[in-house]
């Protein structure tokens, strides 16, 4: 939820409210108070709405929301920026497939279970 520091926002679907000393309004946006706005606002066909998000101010548009693709974007975009040193990269990647695998995926997969 998008806020000014302390102001309370209602949860959509009437589970709750709350606030937070670190919630600020997006500069850009204002009149957005959620995630599910900047996906709409976006154009996006998405069900379901994710962070991170790499937003386009220019284009207005989500440019990607997977940590690891948006991590590698910006390490190949910005000059002087090494978020993946060339020998870390194989420990990297086994890290963040065992993260998807066992975090990331592992929520996804606990939203199906029966038991």
């Not at 302390?6 to 009437?14: D, F, I, T, V, W």
């Not at 900047?38 to 066909?45: N, T, V």
């Not at 690891?68 to 060339?86: D, K, R, T, W, Y």
């Amino acid at each position: 939820m998008f806020s000014e520091a302390g102001e309370r926002r209602a949860n959509p679907n009437g589970f709750g409210s709350f606030s937070h000393p670190a919630t600020s309004k997006d500069p850009h946006h204002p009149d957005l108070h959620s995630l599910r706005d900047l996906y709409a606002l976006a154009k996006s066909s998405a069900k379901r709405y994710s962070v991170p998000v790499l937003w386009d101010l220019k284009t207005e548009t989500i440019v990607n929301n997977e940590s690891a693709q948006i991590a590698e974007m910006l390490n190949s975009e910005f000059e002087g920026v090494n978020l993946a040193p060339a020998e870390l990269k194989d420990s990297m990647a086994a890290e963040m497939e065992w993260i998807f695998d066992h975090i990331n995926f592992g929520v996804y997969k606990c939203g199906f279970t029966e038991t």
